[in-house]
């Protein structure tokens, strides 16, 4: 099992927090950048945050201040808290491990936001 795997989305009022998961296999978690990315319908998928191994994180402009992107190296698993959510964040969210040039894609995880 080389595929990242989501859960945690689901229907949020505009305000309101979910927490998404992502686990993968140690062969590509360990050491290696993880990140989320987004793609709502009719749009290009649009890179929300990274975490790198030692946990540096870097955010899209759009999440910065809501969204917090995190690692359990021991679990090999990352995670995204998203708070004070806006229609706008709706999407489908795709966790990805970045294996040199290469993305590791999971199956993805809808998110709608809407009252």
């Known amino acids: 099992q080389v595929q990242p795997v989501e859960s945690g989305g689901g229907l949020v009022q505009p305000g309101g927090s979910l927490r998404l998961s992502c686990a993968a296999s140690g062969n590509i978690f360990s050491g290696n950048t993880m990140a989320w990315y987004r793609q709502a319908p009719a749009k290009q998928r649009d890179l929300v945050a990274t975490?790198?191994?030692?946990?540096?994180?870097n955010y899209a402009d759009s999440v910065k201040g809501r969204f917090t992107i995190s690692r359990d190296n021991a679990k090999n698993t990352v995670y995204l808290q998203m708070n004070s959510l806006k229609p706008e964040d709706t999407a489908v969210y795709y966790c990805?491990?970045?294996?040199?040039?290469?993305?590791?894609w999971g199956q993805g995880t809808q998110v709608t936001v809407s009252s």
């Open positions: 990805a491990a970045v294996v040199g040039p290469f993305n590791y």
């Open positions: 975490v790198r191994s030692d946990g540096t994180a």
